[in-house]
């Protein structure tokens, strides 16, 4: 189970920090990843990290604004969302599964949580 928390709603340019909780699986041998979804739109790929937290990958829309990182003591994601931008408006899945650089996206899925919304306005 992936539990998600901390959105809400800020102004452009203000920083949110998302959480997600896992439970009742091998969190630390699974790679870790954030999607969001528009209204709209396609799911789209946000941020992954390896299960042993060396390597992370992003997308072009949110490199150097957003940051993924993971304590494995505590079975939690994270993703630190700067300088955040009324396009960022999206409900936010924290995801679980392979991060393999090779593949585009970084990221196959094997477990998704329930979303968070974020939403950023101007």
């Known amino acids: 189970q992936l539990v998600e928390s901390g959105g809400g709603l800020v102004q452009a340019g203000d920083s949110l920090r998302l959480s997600c909780a896992a439970s009742?699986?091998?969190?630390?041998?699974?790679?870790m990843g954030w999607f969001r979804q528009a209204p709209g739109k396609a799911r789209r790929f946000v941020g992954a990290?390896?299960?042993?937290?060396?390597?992370?990958y992003y997308a072009d829309s949110v490199k150097g604004r957003f940051t993924i990182s993971r304590d494995n003591a505590k079975n939690t994601v994270y993703l630190q969302m700067n300088s955040l931008k009324p396009e960022d408006t999206a409900v936010y899945y924290c995801?679980?599964?392979?991060?393999?650089?090779?593949?585009?996206?970084?990221?196959?899925?094997?477990?998704w949580g329930q979303g968070t919304q974020v939403t950023v306005s101007s």
């Open positions: 995801a679980a599964g392979v991060v393999d650089a090779h593949n585009r996206p970084p990221m196959d899925v094997d477990y």
């Open positions: 009742g699986y091998a969190f630390s041998s699974y790679g």
């Open positions: 990290i390896t299960w042993s937290g060396d390597g992370t």
